[in-house]
């Protein structure tokens, strides 16, 4: 299958401070990036859908000035965590999906932990 | 709105005995069905869709799921479990113009030697 690349996959930052976590499609241009925020032994839940050159669409409750998602090329989304706060420590994981796929490829995660 | 349920939260089983983990869902129109396997502090890795065709799909692993649209089901089977399937597999569903994935709340598998 295609491959996604996520990176860091860990990162601890100190509280007030950003954070940027990229995603990568490695083999495929993806038309289409998605987040996703994971809690322990929970399901994902998404954050957002972003469309390579177009601004990103949040899901309800997701601020959209606090989780800052960039997809500036087919091949790269960068979402950004602005002025980190303990209770955004958790799981990141994007997906992308590109062209006749069907089903959407997952990155590695971030685990991202706030201090 | 669409949507999937995995009833079970865990399922155990022996090495070598065969292994079920049950999905059922709800979407407007045709469905575009997925089995993803999740280990630890990891990203999801695609096990097997179902699109259209037959209703028995083959998937990576040695996991293959059924697709049975009367009963809006697509449950993931495997004949004989290995140690190494213990991980958290999640079901997916999205309509065939809609992008989102909505994912079941995972299963825990666990298989003991």
């Known amino acids: 299958g295609a491959v996604v690349s996520q990176h860091p996959s860990r990162v601890i930052c100190k509280s007030g401070t950003s954070v940027k976590i990229e995603c990568r499609s490695l083999?495929?241009?993806?038309?289409?990036m998605f987040w996703y925020r994971q809690f322990p032994k929970k399901s994902l839940m998404l954050m957002a859908t972003?469309?390579?050159?177009?601004?990103?669409?949040?899901e309800q409750g997701v601020e959209k000035d606090k989780f800052l998602i960039n997809h500036a090329s087919l091949t790269l989304s960068t979402l950004t965590v602005t002025s980190a706060h303990p209770e955004d420590s958790s799981f990141y994981i994007c997906?992308?999906?590109?062209?006749?796929?069907?089903?959407?490829?997952f990155g590695q995660g971030t685990r991202l932990t706030v201090v | 709105a669409q949507s999937v349920a995995q009833p079970e939260d865990q399922v155990n089983v022996a090495e070598g005995n065969p292994l079920t983990v049950k999905c059922t869902y709800s979407?407007?129109?045709?469905?575009?069905l997925f089995w993803y396997v999740q280990y630890p502090n990891r990203g999801l890795q695609f096990l097997l869709k179902?699109?259209?065709?037959?209703?028995l799909v083959k998937g990576s692993y040695g996991f293959e799921a059924e697709f049975n649209k009367s009963q809006t089901s697509f449950h993931l089977k495997k004949p004989s479990a290995l140690v190494s399937d213990s991980a958290l597999y999640f079901c997916?569903?999205?309509?065939?113009?809609?992008?989102?994935?909505?994912f079941g709340a995972g299963t825990t598998v666990t298989v003991r030697a």
């Open positions: 997906s992308a999906r590109g062209g006749r796929e069907a089903e959407a490829f």
């Open positions: 997916a569903v999205r309509g065939s113009n809609d992008y989102k994935l909505s």
């Open positions: 179902y699109i259209t065709g037959d209703n």
């Open positions: 972003s469309n390579e050159g177009s601004k990103a669409t949040y």
């Open positions: 979407v407007s129109g045709n469905p575009y």
């Open positions: 083999d495929f241009q993806a038309t289409t």
